[in-house]
């Protein structure tokens, strides 16, 4: 069983950064992150495969969005900039035993996290 935390969401104004963190418990492949707003399904936003051997990012966020790992492999990042009021949602962090060729879809994914919200006013 793998354990995700997430921290860094919170309240920020259109334009602005803000950095999630996910810190995870056990072994990592391909660690990503999803993104639910009200109403709406759950979508990917970034995703990685640790050990460097690649990034993967949703059309909506390219060139906004940065998705990293420390050198530990077991934590990663989300650095979001030029934040949008449309980027506002509850974000979640997911870690895949196996590198995941459909990084974008929910099922891909074994373990999940409980997520941090992120709003993002005008």
């Known amino acids: 069983q793998v354990q995700l935390v997430e921290s860094g969401g919170g309240p920020v104004q259109a334009g602005g950064s803000l950095r999630l963190s996910c810190a995870a418990s056990g072994y990592t492949a391909t660690m990503g992150w999803f993104r639910q707003a009200p109403g709406k399904e759950r979508e990917g936003v970034a995703a990685i495969y640790t050990g460097g051997r690649g990034t993967f990012y949703a059309d909506s966020v390219k060139g906004r969005f940065t998705i990293s790992q420390a050198n530990a492999k077991n934590t990663v990042y989300l650095q979001m900039n030029s934040l949008k009021p449309e980027d506002t949602a509850m974000y979640y962090c997911?870690?895949?035993?196996?590198?995941?060729?459909?990084?974008?879809?929910?099922?891909?994914?074994?373990?999940w996290g409980q997520g941090t919200q992120v709003t993002v006013s005008t």
């Open positions: 997911a870690d895949a035993l196996g590198f995941v060729g459909s990084w974008y879809r929910n099922e891909a994914y074994h373990y």
